[in-house]
T-cell receptor, first 109, second 115 residues
Framework: TQLLEQSPQFLSIQEGENLTVYCNSS?????LQWYRQEPGEGPVLLVT?????EVKKLKRLTFQFGDARKDSSLHITAAQPGDTGLYLC?????????FGAGTRLTVKP | KAGVTQTPRYLIKTRGQQVTLSCSPI?????VSWYQQTPGQGLQFLFE???????NKGNFPGRFSGRQFSNSRSEMNVSTLELGDSALYLC??????????????FGPGTRLTVL
């Protein structure tokens, strides 16, 4: 069982659609990070959220950290084919970092 | 500034053999972490080194070991390879380790296939 559960596992949408992916846990984290990984490459950090209830925006991406710091969501507005990739969340606690299994997003032109 | 580099990028081994993977962190970074990524389990933390000392260790058997050199370069070794060790092994470096609020920069990984 993963400490961080990501949903959905797979998501295939058309260009221009909106989407939300989720990262849930029963554990409290001191911070939570979102990464995007493309084939043949390592994950690249998108954002770090630290405060419960925090919302961060990165162009068309909106990240939210749950009030209790147990969960997070990533919302993408008007998805583009360049958004295609594996989206990973990672929670930090006690100098330990755990990753979810990821949501594989495909945006079709 | 050069990114994290990992060598080799691809490796094919047979069961029972051992393998050593190498990671060169970003210049100035003292923390190096290793992860195993498989389709079924996702990214699993192996261990983290900071200033040549293992600071954290994941839940992997003793066949998995690592070390860090004085120039922060790191190696990981897997002995007596099993089929289930086939995976993408990722290395990540960061400036420090405290609190994990520092950004981790990942290398492209080494794809290990065990036959």
């Amino acid at each position: 069982t993963q400490l961080l559960e990501q949903s959905p596992q797979f998501l295939s949408i058309q260009e221009g659609e909106n989407l939300t992916v989720y990262c849930n846990s029963s554990s409290v984290f001191s911070s939570l990070q979102w990464y995007r990984q493309e084939p043949g490459e390592g994950p690249v950090l998108l954002v770090t959220v630290v405060t419960g209830g925090e919302v961060k925006k990165l162009k068309r991406l909106t990240f939210q950290f749950g009030d209790a710091r147990k969960d997070s969501s990533l919302h993408i507005t008007a998805a583009q084919p360049g958004d295609t990739g594996l989206y990973l969340c990672a929670g930090a606690r006690n100098n330990d970092m755990r990753f979810g299994a990821g949501t594989r997003l495909t945006v079709k032109p | 500034k050069a990114g994290v580099t990992q060598t080799p990028r691809y490796l094919i081994k047979t069961r029972g053999q051992q393998v050593t993977l190498s990671c060169s962190p970003i210049s100035g970074h003292r923390s190096v972490s290793w992860y195993q990524q498989t389709p079924g389990q996702g990214l699993q933390f192996l261990f983290e080194y900071f200033s040549e000392t293992q600071r954290n260790k994941g839940n992997f058997p003793g066949r998995f070991s690592g070390r860090q050199f004085s120039n922060s370069r790191s190696e990981m070794n897997v002995s007596t390879l099993e089929l289930g060790d086939s995976a993408l092994y990722l290395c990540a470096s960061s400036l420090s380790v405290v609190g994990y609020t520092d950004t981790q920069y990942f290398g492209p990984g080494t794809r290990l296939t065990v036959l």
